[in-house]
């Protein structure tokens, strides 16, 4: 019989809808039901694409046994961390504060009070590698709770008095400057793998913030280091393993430091931003890598992401069924020269060398994972083209990883500005079609009346949890980019409404800081509060470009004001941790150079010549330039306003720091214009 978590919008949820433990949402009637029972309460953290979730799951979740021991001496929550970032976050934050270490599933008790009180990530069935089991874990906790109230009410008191203890270490309400920006390069320099690209060692995540902030540099700067950064870097990304050769699109990332064996989920996340970075890279550099892999990687998230209702799905799975009915890591994107063999007959060999398919292999059992290797000899373009295509036929045939179909509203606002942004640039308007289909998806079913987000929804039907602070900072960075794009005023004023709310429920009016969750937004242990950027831009550094954004459109001063006190965390951070606030880096650039205010008016939008003043803004490298295109006084483009035709020609305006160049009707004016 189904438990509680039939009725979930969370796909990680229904997964444990039929488990034998005796599961609860993350709700009140839960911690009453533990007071009334006078018992702990066990919370289990994980997500969809989660590998580890899902063999913990099968172990001890599936097991009757332990699912009876559960039920009779718990009461158990289940929380899909993507639907509740802040949820995961408190408690992440106690679990690595307490070990050393965290990550998924996260394993923690709680009194009935939600006061946590012991931690872990995975345990196991049986006892191994010095890891108590499951078993173990639970009989322990549940003595404790009976024998030892006192000394686990202690624990959990102390643990949250150290959490409230622990506020961040604001920098002030300064905006980064030069010198802040430069000891950030410098410190790059230093974690930088010149061999291999990127940053660090094993495992070696997709850089895209910091890219992002490399390549702005560059423009401001003309520092070729930070572009030889950025272009290495994305090239060996693009060559190795953690890149689907065959279907495009990012795995989440590299076991190893050379890129080759990823950990084979792909997250919209990491799609969406990588996508952007190297339209962006192509945009600096003209680079046919980049822009081969941008559109790929956009073609990938229309093609394999997009659902019905027009949004994009969260996850694919690393796991599948290898035809065995056995589900394994990695199946549906690896090859043996065999496997090849069978596909291509002839043309095995010329493949295996092309994509590096070894006979040893490069993951297990033999297998490869296809890279694109650096080669002396040359390639027919036809053939290869052709195997590709082959390869995929065959690949379609196998069975497919898992889709996590929920639409979370953050990561759909990178997604919306990642493909409106490459439509434009390599004239795809079918991209843009789908950015605006996704936007006008969060627009009928994630806002309210107020304006106010939803963070998720699944098959049409909204989710019942609140959108956190990304959840409004980067669907405006989408919307944002929309109305650039497209000169639809609209965007604009969605964005405008959202941006609202983070000056109004998100800001801390005393020292300009940002918190995840509203100010009145379910009460956790504490209120969290994290400005670093991890796999995707934090929610704070995300508010401050959208702000910033924003307030270079409309000449809003509260945003503008709002955005430079939250770079403040930015000046304290980049010179000391530049690898963990890219996106806080690369918005500082854009403060830095402005950003640059662009407006183009002409006769039509269709007219030959506005659309190639219109490209050539949108082209320019200046960090963060924002555009606005429309007929003469456009009123919902602030930035249209008393801007006329010159000679009744289409005309571009450029202005910075309150400050505007001439007016230009002449594309390679504009061009000189807008270089860093």
Not at 146 to 174: H, N, Q
Not at 287 to 292: C, F, Q, T, Y
Not at 308 to 325: H, K, N, P, R
Not at 426 to 450: K, S
């Amino acid at each position: 019989m189904p438990n509680r978590l039939a009725q979930a919008t969370s796909p990680y949820l229904l997964q444990h809808a039929d488990n034998p433990v005796d599961w609860w949402p993350w709700e009140a009637d839960a911690f009453e039901e533990a007071r009334r029972r006078d018992v702990p309460v066990f919370l289990s953290v994980g997500y969809s694409a989660c590998h580890w979730c899902h063999v913990m799951a099968h172990e001890s979740f599936e097991d009757q046994e332990t699912a009876d021991y559960l039920n009779a001496h718990f009461v158990s929550i289940k929380v899909d961390r993507e639907e509740r970032p802040d949820v995961d976050a408190v408690y992440m934050e106690a679990v690595q504060a307490a070990t050393g270490q965290g990550g998924w599933p996260m394993t923690v008790f709680l009194t009935p009070d939600a006061e946590p009180f012991y931690f872990g990530t995975y345990f196991p069935p049986a006892p191994r590698h010095g890891m108590p089991s499951f078993r173990q874990v639970l009989e322990g906790v549940g003595q404790a709770w009976r024998d030892r109230r006192d000394e686990v009410a202690e624990v959990a008191g102390k643990i949250v008095r150290d959490l409230a203890g622990r506020e961040i270490s604001y920098g002030g309400t300064e905006a980064p400057g030069e010198e802040e920006l430069a000891q950030a390069l410098l410190g790059l320099t230093r974690e930088y793998d010149p061999q291999r690209g990127g940053f660090g060692g094993a495992p070696k995540f997709p850089p895209s913030m910091v890219v992002e902030f490399l390549l702005r540099h560059h423009a401001r700067t003309g520092s070729e280091g930070a572009l030889q950064m950025a272009q290495d870097t994305c090239e060996r990304m693009a060559r190795g393993g953690i890149y689907d050769q065959l279907g495009g699109g990012f795995a989440r990332y590299s076991v190893d430091r050379d890129w080759v064996v990823p950990h084979f989920e792909k997250m919209l996340y990491d799609n969406a931003l990588l996508c952007r970075v190297y339209a962006h890279l192509w945009r600096a550099t003209g680079s046919e890598l980049a822009r081969r892999v941008a559109l790929e990687t956009a073609d990938f998230m229309v093609r394999e992401l997009r659902t019905a209702e027009g949004g994009f799905a969260s996850a694919l799975d690393a796991d599948s069924d290898d035809g065995t009915g056995k589900h394994v890591e990695g199946a549906y994107y690896v090859w043996t020269p065999e496997q090849l063999r069978q596909a291509l007959g002839d043309d095995a060999e010329l493949a295996a060398q092309y994509f590096g398919v070894t006979e040893e292999g490069t993951f297990e059992h033999g297998a490869s994972v296809l890279q694109l290797p650096q080669h002396q000899s040359v390639f027919d373009a036809g053939k290869v083209a052709s195997v590709k295509e082959r390869l995929l036929g065959v690949r379609a045939e196998r069975p497919a990883p898992g889709r996590d179909d929920k639409i979370v509203a953050a990561w759909n606002g990178l997604a919306i500005a990642a493909l409106a942004e490459t439509g434009a640039y390599f004239d795809r308007p079918d991209l843009v079609e789908a950015a605006l289909g996704a936007a006008d998806l969060l627009v009928r079913l994630h806002l309210d009346e107020q304006a106010r987000i939803a963070r998720t929804s699944k098959d049409g039907r909204v989710g019942a949890h609140a959108g956190v602070l990304e959840d409004y900072a980067d669907v405006a960075e989408g919307f944002l980019a929309l109305a650039s794009v497209t000169g639809e005023g609209v965007w604009l004023e969605f964005a405008g409404f959202l941006l609202d709310h983070v000056l109004a429920r998100f800001v801390d009016e005393e020292s300009g800081a940002l918190f995840d969750t509203a100010s009145d937004a379910e009460r956790l242990i504490r209120r969290p509060q994290d400005p670093t950027d991890n796999a995707a831009p934090s929610g704070w550094t995300a508010a401050a470009g959208a702000l910033l954004s924003y307030a270079a459109q409309t000449g809003a001063e509260p945003h503008r004001a709002a955005a430079v006190r939250a770079l403040g965390v930015v000046k304290a951070l980049g010179p000391r941790v530049p690898r963990f606030i890219g996106w806080g880096l690369a918005v500082a650039e854009a403060q830095l150079d402005g950003p640059r205010e662009i407006a183009v008016v002409g006769p039509a939008l269709d007219d030959p010549a506005t659309k190639a003043l219109h490209r050539t803004a949108l082209l320019g490298t200046a960090p963060g330039a924002v555009v606005a295109v429309g007929l003469p006084g456009r009123e919902e483009l602030p930035l249209l306003a008393d801007r006329s035709l010159v000679g009744g020609e289409p005309t571009a305006y450029v202005c910075r720091n309150f400050t505007c160049d001439a007016p230009t009707t002449e594309v390679e004016r504009l061009r000189a214009a807008l270089r860093g």
